[in-house]
């Protein structure tokens, strides 16, 4: 029985029951299904299936029934109409400007989104005449001066990465609907277990499923959750296009989603922990997390929020070398620049992420040359304090 449809049931029930089908084996556990095409029980109903007019499996760039079930799945979580799944996350945000931009179009973006989203709007759809500008994440009033009649889209990233910035999601929602303007949000960092954009008045959320909805670092794909309007025209997208989630993904994603709550409060209950030991530490500058009391926006995101995540930024007192000098005595973490992983991943913005940025481009962006990027695995919370107390207590 599909329980999609109830919307009594909670956010771990729908995760761990919403969009599976039995088939007429009787399984509990989801099925895969390896396949590229479907077969009809004759020339008749395979010409229904083609044309649409009889729902069905044709061919799995466009339906499948793994990738189905992941997209329910994900769909009933984000409390969306519907969602389609993406070979990427940079997949999902390229089949949204396909599907509802034009060339002439406008889209508003926040500074401080993830590299590669940048990199897309300004090497390649800049190329078709789909042209971006850049404003403050948290600056409303930057948000609506960037707005011209040519405005179709409002793209923002909340909480960001590595700076814990974050915008009102309802007062950004309210102000893209003012100007007949979409408002997609890059729900990656906290999940529909953290945070709910359509509940809040976003029209889309875009995921990388790749990050916390896997959770172990384990498959590449993404997804796009909305109204069934915006998001049939996606569909036809990425069955035209055909940058589709495989179907082995979609399981290790729907394995992944089963999890997510508990991963996510647990997450964000390490993080906060260690945020705030960490503001304690005399070598550390300043603690950069949504969480902290010291957080300019801590107010909003306790509105906005149900919890706080796994990202942060910290800054550590004597610029790049001491910053390197606390990564190079962790052995527990990981150096490296992912995130959404069980594992801890620690990695120095400035040298890495960010390094392609000018000196200017990077103190605009507020990411300092002392600055450590953290994203909190699910170790045990006092090796990981030991394993930053090694680098961070020789400092000096
Ligand atoms: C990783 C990431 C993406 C891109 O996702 P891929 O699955 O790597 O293509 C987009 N947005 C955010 C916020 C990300 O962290």
Not at 134 to 146: F, P
Not at 320 to 335: F, G, K, L
Not at 368 to 383: F, N, P, Q, W
């Amino acid at each position: 029985m599909p329980l999609d449809d109830d919307l009594s049931l909670g956010l771990e029930t729908l995760a761990i029951r919403a969009g599976h089908e039995r088939t007429h084996e009787q399984e509990h556990g989801e099925p895969i299904f390896p396949t590229s095409s479907f077969v009809y029980g004759s020339a008749a109903e395979a010409a229904r299936k083609f044309k649409g007019e009889e729902p069905g499996n044709v061919y799995s760039r466009f339906t499948n029934p793994t990738v189905r079930n992941f997209e329910q799945r994900l769909a009933a979580l984000e409390g969306g109409e519907r969602c389609v799944a993406t070979s990427s996350g940079m997949a999902a945000i390229l089949s949204t400007v396909l599907a509802l931009l034009q060339a002439g179009d406008e889209v508003i973006v926040s500074r401080s989104v993830f590299g590669s989203t940048i990199a897309l709007f300004d090497k390649y759809l800049a190329k078709f005449g789909v042209v971006p500008r850049y404003v403050e994440l948290n600056d409303l009033a930057g948000w609506e001066a960037a707005i011209t009649p040519k405005t179709k889209l409002l793209f923002a990233e909340t909480p960001s990465n590595p700076l814990n910035e974050l915008v009102d999601i309802a007062a950004l929602a309210d102000l893209a609907h003012r100007h007949g303007a979409w408002l997609a949000i890059d729900n990656c960092f906290l999940t529909p277990a953290l945070q709910r954009p359509l509940a809040l008045g976003a029209d889309l959320v875009i995921h990388s499923a790749t990050k916390y909805l896997d959770g172990q670092g384990r498959a590449i794909g993404g997804a796009v959750v909305g109204r069934d309007q915006e998001l049939e025209q996606l569909f036809g997208v990425v069955r035209t296009c055909g940058p589709c989630m495989s179907p082995f993904n979609a399981w290790i994603f729907l394995k992944g989603l089963e999890t997510l709550s508990l991963r996510m409060h647990a997450h964000s209950r390490n993080a906060q922990a260690l945020a705030e030991w960490l503001e304690q530490q005399p070598a550390v500058a300043r603690v950069h997390y949504s969480g902290l009391a010291s957080h300019p926006q801590h107010a909003l995101a306790q509105r906005q929020q149900l919890g706080f995540g796994a990202v942060m930024g910290v800054e550590i007192a004597g610029g790049r070398e001491a910053a390197w000098h606390v990564i190079d005595h962790t052995r527990v973490m990981s150096i490296t620049g992912n995130l959404g992983d069980v594992k801890t991943t620690i990695t120095h913005p400035g040298t890495t992420t960010h390094g392609r940025l000018s000196d200017a481009q990077r103190a605009s962006a507020g990411i300092s040359d002392g600055l450590i990027r953290l994203a909190v695995g699910l170790e045990t919370l006092e090796d990981l304090q030991a394993d930053l107390a090694r680098g961070l207590d020789t400092l000096m």
